[in-house]
């Protein structure tokens, strides 16, 4: 069945998000149909809306959705209707990371997850005669529906608050999984996270449960560095007052074990070396426009330090975000306390609140 629903597409970098009522295509054989509660809005978004992450517009964008299941293709085992799912990317299901359950490393991730269609260039969204990219990362959950990959679907019980669970698909999982998955890092290890947003905060409450005795945290926003305290960081440095490096290695007597880089920011990629031990590993998640190169002093990698990216915490995500899920319901991961929730019609507000200002970490939009 074909249906109407309300859409906020991404059109241009200058202009508001515009609000169109859409069909709403009957899913297919491998896909679902979720009436979304609620959905996180992602750096990521942000940062393709503004053409900084350059994907084609205009684009129903979104990837933090969280809903309800109302329809299930005959394809689909793992998902009911009236299931409650968080929805998380699209994967081909039989390549080698796929295999692996990486869905993030899949050898199909930018087609199935970046072009807004799917692989066949197909979408699920239709504007009178336009064809209206509606698929970005499985989803496009700036809507109040979406046919979503039924592979990127993650059941999660239906006694936790469905509103606060988007997150969980993107944001906590890179954060808390970049630590956990990627970087391992041994109970008494050091830690430097640059960058105090989701990912930044989720990282410190991913290290405090690996057991990292001493956590610091970088940004230039007072009130972030507080919630990173609260959170669990032992150390808080605002990089526009501290030589970043200089304090880092004061306070670990010679460098972090590890670093986690969240801000793509050239300067802050070479910092996040820098700052490390001999050896000492950087995980790279920030993302950087295409074509960006940064110079890093090799007499400061040839002593054991390394850098790599990490996309999406190498979660199997099929199980950690249950897991994630699990830890918010015991009380350690109480990412609550840095989420606002907005009305749909408000997302250019909440964009604004949280990408210019600065003001607010995580927001939510409700689609009620
Ligand atoms: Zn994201
Ligand atoms: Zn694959």
């Keep these: 069945m074909t249906e109407m629903?309300?859409?906020?597409?991404?059109?241009?970098?200058?202009?508001?998000?515009?609000?169109?009522?859409?069909?709403?295509?009957?899913?297919?054989?491998?896909?679902?149909?979720?009436?979304?509660?609620?959905?996180?809005?992602?750096?990521?978004?942000?940062?393709?809306k503004d053409q900084y992450f350059a994907l084609p517009l205009p684009m129903v964008l979104g990837h933090e959705g969280a809903g309800v299941v109302e329809e299930v293709g005959a394809a689909v085992n793992h998902i009911a209707v009236g299931d409650h799912v968080v929805l998380c990317g699209d994967s081909c299901g039989h390549c080698r990371s796929c295999n692996q359950g990486l869905n993030f490393y899949c050898d199909q991730f930018v087609e199935r997850n970046l072009s807004g269609l799917r692989p066949d260039g197909s979408s699920s969204l239709a504007d009178g005669d336009?064809?209206?990219p509606g698929r970005f990362v499985g989803q496009s959950s700036f809507a109040t529906k979406v046919v979503a990959s039924g592979r990127g679907a993650i059941k999660i019980p239906k006694d936790l608050?469905?509103?606060?669970?988007?997150?969980?698909?993107?944001?906590?999982?890179?954060?808390?999984?970049?630590?956990?998955?990627?970087?391992?890092?041994?109970?008494?290890?050091?830690?430097?996270?640059?960058?105090?947003?989701?990912?930044?905060?989720?990282?410190v409450m991913g290290a405090r449960l690996a057991g990292c005795e001493k956590i610091i945290v970088v940004d230039v926003l007072a009130p972030r560095l507080e919630v990173a305290t609260e959170l669990g960081a032992s150390h808080v440095i605002?990089?526009?007052?501290?030589?970043?490096?200089?304090?880092?290695l004061s306070i670990t007597k010679g460098g972090?074990?590890?670093?986690?880089?969240?801000?793509?920011?050239?300067?802050?990629?070479?910092?996040?070396?820098?700052?490390?031990?001999?050896?000492?590993?950087?995980?790279q998640v920030?993302?950087?426009?295409?074509?960006?190169?940064?110079?890093?002093?090799?007499?400061?990698?040839?002593?054991?330090?390394?850098?790599?990216?990490?996309?999406?915490?190498?979660?199997?995500?099929?199980?950690?975000?249950?897991?994630?899920?699990?830890?918010?319901?015991?009380?350690?991961?109480?990412?609550?306390?840095?989420?606002?929730?907005?009305?749909?019609?408000?997302?250019?507000?909440?964009?604004?609140?949280?990408?210019?200002?600065g003001e607010v970490i995580k927001p939510i939009l409700r689609m009620n």
């Design 5 to 48: 629903i309300d859409v906020a597409v991404a059109v241009a970098p200058d202009k508001p998000f515009e609000f169109r009522k859409v069909e709403l295509l009957p899913p297919r054989a491998d896909e679902i149909r979720v009436r979304i509660k609620a959905t996180g809005i992602c750096h990521t978004d942000v940062a393709v």
């Design 256 to 283: 972090a074990n590890y670093s986690v880089e969240c801000t793509g920011v050239p300067e802050v990629v070479i910092q996040a070396v820098n700052c490390l031990t001999r050896p000492g590993w950087c995980a």
């Design 238 to 248: 605002d990089a526009g007052k501290e030589d970043v490096v200089d304090a880092i």
């Design 130 to 132: 336009e064809v209206l």
């Design 286 to 357: 920030g993302v950087t426009p295409s074509g960006v190169t940064v110079p890093l002093e090799m007499d400061q990698v040839l002593y054991g330090r390394g850098i790599r990216g990490v996309v999406m915490g190498e979660a199997q995500v099929a199980n950690f975000v249950p897991y994630l899920a699990e830890l918010y319901r015991d009380g350690r991961l109480p990412y609550d306390r840095f989420v606002q929730f907005y009305d749909f019609a408000d997302i250019d507000q909440a964009v604004h609140d949280s990408a210019v200002t």
């Design 161 to 203: 608050p469905l509103e606060l669970m988007g997150p969980l698909g993107c944001g906590l999982t890179t954060g808390v999984g970049t630590v956990q998955n990627a970087l391992k890092p041994s109970p008494g290890s050091s830690i430097a996270i640059f960058g105090a947003g989701t990912v930044g905060l989720a990282a």
